[in-house]
Nanobody, 123 residues
Framework: QVQLVESGGGLAQAGGSLRLSCAAS????????MAWFRQAPGKEREFVAA????????NYGDSVKGRFTISRDNPKNTMYLQMNSLKPDDTAVYYC????????????????WGQGTQVTVSS
């Protein structure tokens, strides 16, 4: 019933930008904490960014602070991740996720997950 669908991934040059989107359905989006995680081959799933019901309260992983910005449009049930100054180390599958309650940085805390979208950054 709950669906999270990511889009906007693709190939970017180092130093370039991409914007990811996550369209949500089957949940009360406005009261759901939403987050982005990423996972590269052979690595653990890594916290990227999260937002409460509005981006007044948001948190970012250390590796993306100052480069990525999370936002959300509650009437559209959509969350975004603006990624600037991309680096090859940003290459990963990016996942949209959601949970009840506040922001946490551990994947196991999130009940809802999208299918992922591939981001590849070339040097």
């Amino acid at each position: 019933q709950v669906q999270l669908v990511e889009s906007g991934g693709g190939l970017a040059q180092a130093g370039g930008s991409l914007r990811l989107s996550c369209a949500a359905s089957g949940l009360t989006f406005s009261t759901t904490t939403m987050a982005w995680f990423r996972q590269a081959p052979g690595k653990e799933r890594e916290f990227v960014a999260a937002s409460r019901s509005s981006t007044y309260i948001a948190n970012y992983g250390d590796s993306v602070k100052g480069r990525f910005t999370i936002s959300r449009d509650n009437p559209k049930n959509t969350m975004y991740l603006q990624m600037n100054s991309l680096k090859p180390d940003d290459t990963a599958v990016y996942y949209c996720s959601g949970r009840a309650g506040g922001i946490l940085t551990f994947p196991g805390a999130y009940a809802y997950w999208g299918q992922g979208t591939q981001v590849t950054v070339s040097s």
